[in-house]
């Protein structure tokens, strides 16, 4: 029997299992074009692709991280499409939820490596210094074992912001001198899908991407795709109608929280960012950050905790609303006042440190709201 025709019978035995149908796959199909942004006739192709695809293996490295990419990934679905989707995959070293442990696993990872051809998943930051000694695992450093895994994979994707741009690792002072996975290999195909965690529908289409066309998805100047990350936040915000009429929250629980108003005066940083979660969601799409009441903290872009707390002080003062233009100069404002702020920071810290002093002061020309708070 051919091996595609094996392949199709077991994702039909699949759909059959859980109960899917010819139907609900096709839309499914359907749903993750239209996240891919790619018109609507290239659903058959995914389909087909998805039908036939020879399994690939996927090594998922953790590093500095908290596991949360895993957390979400596992959680998107319980079971759905996308788990089955999924289960063409061969994740074939895992260290959170493989079964295996110590010098099995590692052998696992080994025997794929000497394969070729597989996708590295990483998530979390790499630690560069005193040589790579804050993150070992069997022995060997971070830095190793990504050099290692890069040399014969097909790609590489970076779930998470610590391993598309350090993360929180590489927060201010970032004593383990950690950085992105882009730092320190090259040679190979390489996307971010950064967010804290990743959002696992970004995670799914992009494995999805690639199993069609057998290429990753179009980048931006970042190395995120396109797809999910070429549209800022505020622009599909749905409390962006209440910024340009000028109705904000002021206070956390007042009239204005209760009825869905624009929380940019609370510090959302959704007009700096650029990130499809006000379309996608999270929890299969019932909900996100914003629509639950809280601003947006701008965790997909590099450096965010460093550029973009404190997450509760707003941008700069904006002189008007409703113009698109409006909100890239907010944008353009938090990053270069954070900027100066944090610089003045360092600064004031090394006068400190010379003379002496062991106490930490608010730090000159640090991010405040001196605004008015006038609409």
């Not at 359907?30 to 090594?59: D, M, N, Q, W, Y």
């Not at 074939?92 to 080994?110: C, N, S, W």
């Amino acid at each position: 029997m051919p091996a595609m025709e094996t392949r199709e019978r077991a994702l039909g035995d699949r759909l059959a299992q859980f109960g899917v149908n010819r139907r609900t796959f096709l839309k499914y199909c359907a749903t993750l074009t239209a996240v891919l942004a790619l018109p609507a006739r290239f659903t058959e192709r995914v389909a087909r692709a998805l039908e036939s695809v020879e399994k690939p293996s996927i090594i998922w490295l953790e590093f500095q991280d908290c596991a949360g990419d895993t957390e979400s990934f596992l959680r998107s679905r319980n079971p759905g499409v996308g788990d089955l989707i999924l289960d063409l995959l061969s994740v074939d070293y895992h260290e959170t939820i493989m079964a295996a442990a110590g010098f099995q696993a590692e052998a696992a990872k080994e025997a794929t490596i000497a394969k070729g051809g597989y996708i590295v998943v990483v998530e979390g930051s790499v630690p560069m210094g005193d040589g790579g000694v804050y993150c070992t695992i069997g022995g060997k450093t971070a830095i190793q074992i990504l050099e290692e895994a890069a040399v014969g994979a097909a790609a590489i994707i970076n779930v998470g912001t610590c391993s598309a741009y350090g993360g929180l690792p590489k927060a201010a002072p970032n004593p383990t001198r950690a950085v992105g996975v882009a730092s320190v290999v090259s040679g190979v195909p390489i996307i971010n899908l950064p967010g804290c965690p990743a959002n696992a529908d970004n995670i799914t289409a992009t494995l999805v991407h690639y199993l069609t066309f057998g290429s990753l998805p179009a980048t931006d100047s970042k190395g995120r795709p396109l797809f999910a990350y070429g549209t800022r936040i505020h622009d599909a915000c749905e409390r962006r109608a209440h910024f340009d009429a000028g109705q904000f929250v002021l206070e956390w629980g007042d009239a204005g929280h209760k009825r869905g108003w624009c929380l940019y005066k609370m510090g959302c940083k959704g007009p700096s960012t650029f990130h499809n979660c006000p379309i996608i969601r999270w929890n299969e799409a019932t909900s996100w950050p914003v629509g639950s009441g809280h601003g947006c903290v701008g965790c997909s872009e590099p450096d965010f905790w460093d550029t973009m707390t404190d997450f509760y002080v707003r941008l700069p003062k904006v002189t008007g609303f409703g113009a698109e233009a409006t909100a890239d100069k907010i944008g353009l404002g938090i990053a270069a006042a954070t900027a100066v702020g944090f610089g003045a920071h360092g600064i004031a810290k090394a006068i400190q440190r010379r003379a002496g002093l062991g106490s930490e002061g608010p730090a000159p020309g640090s991010m405040e709201d001196d605004t008015d708070g006038s609409e």
